[in-house]
């Protein structure tokens, strides 16, 4: 799979003597792009040998993992089912975006109270949706396990050698762990986390043993899925100059990040860095709704 590199030229980049290339694994697949494919990869191959044909995920309202799994259910034959965080959403799901397309995708949902929803790895809990659904492949919130861990490893080719430092959103540590095992002695993998605190160290080094990286906590704009009128400006000018649309729960904090780290030059002259875009442009739709009840401008969709 051939995934481009695409070079950001711009002024700021120009005046640091930095470089800067975006790989587009968010042109892998419309809807299963950047890291949820590469997630899925390896874990569907797992769930065909051992004779599965229904996936059951865990995910919420705007999830880019609900929508994937639904997607890659359709396509490759699985059934789907999806627990959703909410039980709120019962009645209203069909007026979410990333809901709607799971549904059109075939999954099935259920609604829980956040309260149960918090169990989802309690085996009591499993036992339950086992009961009611039949036997089914888990794959847990986010996608990210041993196997989702393989897949994020084939992100980098020997191609991208030739870079210094490795950037990457991160939500649950698996494309960042994957990229940790996979990076060259020489090059520095940087985690941007898109949640608060730095408790995602900790699930990173579960999952891998690598020791030249990095996590950065000060780009998560308040937190899991929260965004400001300054980071649409930035996401909106950034797809104006450079023609590449950017998620705002994930690539769009990070490559913020990575301009701010820039203009502090934390980087040095000479500098070559590859950023990874892990896709989730599905979720833009839905989060211009939250933004349009909050009066704050909405997302460029081109």
């Known amino acids: 799979m051939n995934i481009p590199n695409q070079h950001v030229d711009l002024p700021l980049f120009q005046s640091r003597g930095v470089t800067l290339h975006i790989k587009r694994e968010d042109t892998i697949h419309p809807l299963i792009s950047g890291n949820k494919y590469r997630k899925l990869k390896y874990n569907l191959e797992e769930a065909e040998k051992k004779g599965y044909d229904t996936l059951l995920t865990f995910g919420g309202a705007f999830s880019n993992h609900i929508a994937a799994v639904a997607c890659v259910g359709k396509e490759e034959g699985f059934k789907t089912i999806g627990i959703i965080r909410g039980e709120e959403l019962t009645d209203t799901w069909n007026h979410n975006p990333t809901l709607s397309l799971a549904h059109d995708n075939g999954m099935r949902f259920q609604f829980v109270p956040r309260s149960q929803y918090r169990q989802k790895k309690e085996p009591h809990f499993l036992q339950e949706l086992n009961e009611r659904y039949g036997?089914?492949?888990?794959?847990?919130?986010?996608?990210?396990?041993?196997?989702?861990?393989?897949?994020?490893?084939?992100?980098?080719?020997?191609?991208?050698?030739?870079?210094?430092?490795?950037?990457?959103?991160?939500?649950?540590?698996?494309?960042?762990?994957?990229?940790?095992?996979?990076?060259?002695?020489?090059?520095?993998?940087?985690?941007?986390?898109?949640?608060?605190?730095?408790?995602?160290?900790?699930?990173?080094?579960?999952?891998?043993?690598?020791?030249?990286?990095?996590?950065?906590?000060?780009?998560?704009?308040?937190?899991?899925?929260?965004?400001?009128?300054?980071?649409?400006?930035?996401?909106?000018?950034?797809?104006?100059?450079?023609?590449?649309?950017?998620?705002?729960?994930?690539?769009?904090?990070?490559?913020?990040?990575?301009?701010?780290?820039?203009?502090?030059?934390?980087?040095?002259?000479?500098?070559?860095?590859?950023?990874?875009?892990?896709?989730?442009?599905?979720?833009?739709?839905?989060?211009?709704?939250?933004?349009?009840?909050?009066?704050?401008?909405?997302?460029?969709?081109?």
């Open 135 to 302: 036997d089914f492949y888990v794959l847990p919130e986010g996608g990210t396990n041993a196997l989702a861990v393989k897949g994020c490893e084939e992100i980098l080719t020997e191609a991208d050698a030739l870079f210094d430092v490795i950037c990457c959103s991160v939500g649950t540590g698996g494309t960042l762990a994957g990229l940790i095992n996979s990076a060259k002695p020489h090059q520095q993998v940087l985690g941007f986390s898109a949640l608060k605190g730095d408790f995602l160290k900790l699930e990173v080094q579960k999952l891998t043993q690598g020791s030249s990286w990095e996590l950065i906590t000060d780009y998560h704009f308040g937190g899991y899925a929260k965004i400001t009128a300054e980071l649409v400006h930035f996401i909106n000018n950034f797809r104006k100059n450079t023609g590449i649309p950017l998620d705002p729960i994930y690539t769009g904090k990070m490559l913020f990040g990575i301009f701010e780290l820039v203009k502090q030059d934390f980087f040095p002259k000479g500098t070559q860095i590859l950023a990874i875009h892990t896709g989730g442009l599905q979720g833009i739709q839905g989060m211009n709704l939250v933004l349009k009840k909050k009066n704050v401008p909405l997302l460029d969709i081109g």
